[in-house]
């Protein structure tokens, strides 16, 4: 019955992770973009998606991270013979997504100090990444052993494109409706 409980709090760690990735990385879209507004404005926005970003990277993000984690490790050493090559991957995948993770802070940190190196489109094809991590973590979650690692690379390949090709669009629209 441990097993289930420790399942639960991994997949709603899970899912409240990837939510708060998702929406640090367009808050940080927001802050960027607050630039194009009037000084005022734009100092009361960028503060106010300053800590809007800060308190969901510390109160709902980091935890939720922790849990996953915590849940994660404590289902395989529950059951250790489902500690295989698919695992191995998944864990591989997991350690990068960990590492996207704490890079935000560093992006948030930047963006606290008025240095952003990022313009509002690379922040939405850094936010795909956290689109790409959740399609791979998930696809090798499922399938495990019986996923063909060619296909998985194509699937991964296709989405990306999509995803390119989706924030281009978006990107081409916003412009063209800018003007």
């Not at 802070?105 to 509002?120: D, G, V």
């Not at 689109?131 to 194509?154: Q, S």
Request: net charge positive.
């Amino acid at each position: 019955m441990l097993y289930f409980y420790l399942k639960a709090l991994h997949i709603i760690g899970f899912v409240s992770w990837f939510a708060g990735l998702f929406y640090l990385v367009r808050l940080f879209i927001y802050h960027v973009e607050a630039n194009d507004r009037a000084v005022e404005e734009r100092k009361v926005l960028q503060e106010a998606f300053e800590l809007m970003a800060l308190r969901l990277y510390n109160i709902i993000m980091t935890p939720a991270m922790v849990v996953t984690l915590i849940c994660g490790f404590g289902m395989i050493g529950y059951n250790p013979a489902v500690f295989q090559s698919w695992l191995h991957i998944k864990l591989t995948f997991v350690a990068l997504l960990v590492v996207y993770h704490f890079y935000n802070r560093h992006i948030l940190r930047k963006l606290q100090n008025k240095q952003a190196t990022f313009s509002s489109y690379q922040f939405r094809l850094w936010n795909e990444i956290a689109t790409l991590f959740l399609i791979a973590i998930v696809l090798i979650a499922v399938f495990k052993n019986t996923l063909n690692f060619i296909t998985a690379f194509f699937i991964l390949l296709g989405v990306m494109i999509a995803l390119f090709l989706g924030v281009r669009i978006y990107r081409y629209v916003r412009g063209a409706t800018n003007k």
